[in-house]
């Protein structure tokens, strides 16, 4: 019984994390087309910038969870590659992340999925912007803050497949043991999330 509730447990994360994963690179593969004509430099190096966060997907991402250390360069390299579309002038980035990235795992793509949302709906080029991530080790738990401006895409959804089922994911892994606080008002949106620092898998 025990095999097959891990089993099935098993396959609801993988089809989660596949509902998940073509939304996100289907997003970072339009910032890369919308280079091309732009400037055919800054695409080469947005190439270069997928390709190191596929080489992390491809070997880390089958697990329900992967090292944070995986998880924040994979933020890093997202990054780097938008700053190449947007003017530094306009938009204000910044990123505070804990110096020791040992000995502790997550689950793939949740935080990487707030930072793309942040860039998605909180970027514009026509207005100052900014976002603002924050990753720190507490005692017993990994705490990740993400707050950005507001500047909405016409006729798009914010909270739609991708949050739901983050909180799928996060219900699954960790049951009632993790925080996922979401707040938008005065013109920003801000999401705070607590985990557990050596998660066990809740199976149900």
Known sequence: MKELQAENLSQRLESLRYQINPHFFMNT????????????EKAKESIEEFSKMMRILLYEGDSPTIPLSKELDFIEHFISLMRLRYPEDSVHIETI????????S???????SFVENAFKHGVSYSADSFIRIKVERQENKVVFLCSNSIHPVEGDER????????????ALLYGNSYTLSIDENSGRYDVLMAIPSQPEIQLS
């Open 159 to 170: 909270h739609g497949l991708g949050l739901e089922n983050i909180r799928k994911r996060m």
């Open 29 to 40: 593969l339009n910032n890369i087309h919308a280079l091309v004509d732009i400037d055919p």
């Open 97 to 104: 992340f804990p110096e020791d990235r040992s000995g502790v």
């Open 106 to 112: 997550v689950p793939p793509l949740v935080m990487a």
